[in-house]
């Protein structure tokens, strides 16, 4: 376990298709609080997430409605009228539909996915549910009811927006990733969504990401 997270709550914001990283922080807290009193931030994990294609890593993003105002993340919705949805299953299933574990999985995902949600948080929230118990991984996972303003807590660490597909995972020093194999490419690329992970290598996911813990 890396010592910066022993005995601590983890407060981190909801991602779409969380990534690895992600995945490490939680699986390290003793309880997760959500964000969800914070302003919508574009440009983020909060509605975007990364896989790997034959053309290489690839972002996938959700369109929101009124993205260009400032609103808090519990009031965000997404953009139906842009057929999303369809778009990107369309692209997880020429990305991973040859996968080992593109099968065991690709159901359970399907009904979260397609269940007509509106607001991203909830959206988002579901899907990390679904994928904790995919991994079985068992946290507790409460929303915040206020804005939390921490600087240096003893109980809490804030990992808010520390995870931004702008910067390298390197930078915040929790990852060591623990290669497995890919679909594409001659060379390893880490942190990627956790779909990435979960279509290539099933049960064996929550072990791959707790020996990428630094």
């Known amino acids: 376990m890396n010592q910066a997270f022993q005995n601590k709550d983890l407060l981190i914001e909801l991602h779409y298709f969380p990534s690895v990283e992600y995945l490490a922080c939680i699986l390290q807290a003793d309880k997760v609080l959500l964000e969800v009193k914070e302003n919508f931030v574009k440009q983020t994990y909060r509605n975007r997430c990364r896989l790997l294609t ?3 890593a690839r972002d996938l993003t959700i369109p929101i409605v009124a993205g260009n105002k400032k609103q808090p993340m519990e009031k965000i919705q997404v953009d139906d009228s842009q057929n999303w949805r369809m778009i990107h299953w369309r692209s997880i299933k020429t990305a991973y539909g040859k996968a080992p574990f593109y099968e065991h999985y690709i159901d359970y ?3 979260v996915f397609f269940s007509e949600e509106s607001s991203l948080l909830q959206f988002n929230y579901q899907l990390l549910k679904l994928i904790l118990k995919l991994m079985g991984i068992s946290k507790k996972l409460e929303f915040t009811t206020d804005y939390v303003k921490v600087s240096d807590s003893e109980k809490i660490i804030d990992m808010r927006g520390r995870l931004n597909p702008k910067k390298s995972y390197t930078e915040n ?8 194999p890919q679909l594409f490419g001659n060379e ?3 942190n990627l969504s ?4 979960l279509f290539c290598e099933g049960p064996n996911a929550k072990y791959v990401i707790q020996q990428s813990v630094k």
Not at 173 to 180: F, H, M, R
Not at 194 to 197: A, F, I, S, T
Request: proline residues 5%; without cysteine; glycine residues 4%.
């Open 194 to 197: 956790v779909l990435d992970l």
């Open 188 to 190: 390893f690329v880490a």
């Open 54 to 56: 034959s053309q290489g």
């Open 109 to 111: 995902l399907e009904v």
């Open 173 to 180: 020093d929790i990852l060591e990733p623990l290669a497995y």
